[in-house]
C-alpha cells in the first residue's frame, strides 16, 4: 500500500507562482521515478513533468522553462514549482509513483490560472 497526498493546487492569476507538494506514506522515492500529470476539461490525461529515481528530470515542451520538478526522499515528498502561470495551465495535477512493477496515483489537486 502506497499513499499519495497532493497539495498545493489553487487559483492564481495569469504570471502568477504555485508550488505543488506530493506526499508519500512511505518511504518509496528510492525506488519509484516520480511524475506530475494533468488532465483539463475535455482533454485527456498527459504528462507535464516526470524524474527519475537518479534525479533526472523531462519536461513537456510547453512547460519547459517555467515548470521544475524536485524531489526530497528524506521527507518522501516530490514538488512541482510552476511559475509564469499561464490560463493554459489549467488543469487538475495528478502525482504519479512508477516502479518496475506497481503504478500509484495520488487524488488530484485543482489549478486554475485565471484573471
Known amino acids: 500500500q502506497v499513499q499519495l497526498v497532493e497539495s498545493g493546487g489553487g487559483l492564481v492569476q495569469p504570471g502568477g507562482s504555485l508550488r505543488l507538494s506530493c506526499a508519500a506514506s512511505r518511504t518509496i522515492f528510492s525506488n519509484f521515478a516520480m511524475g506530475w500529470y494533468r488532465q483539463a476539461p475535455g482533454k485527456q490525461r498527459e504528462l507535464v513533468a516526470r524524474?527519475?529515481?537518479?534525479?533526472?528530470?523531462i519536461y513537456q515542451d510547453s512547460v519547459k522553462g517555467r515548470f521544475t520538478i524536485s524531489r526530497d526522499n528524506a521527507k518522501n515528498t516530490v514538488y512541482l514549482q510552476m511559475t509564469s502561470l499561464k490560463p493554459e495551465d489549467t488543469a487538475v495535477y495528478y502525482c504519479?509513483?512508477?516502479?518496475?512493477?506497481?503504478?500509484?496515483w495520488g487524488q488530484g489537486t485543482q489549478v486554475t490560472v485565471s484573471s
Open positions: 524524474i527519475t529515481s537518479g534525479g533526472t528530470a
Open positions: 504519479n509513483a512508477a516502479g518496475t512493477i506497481l503504478n500509484y
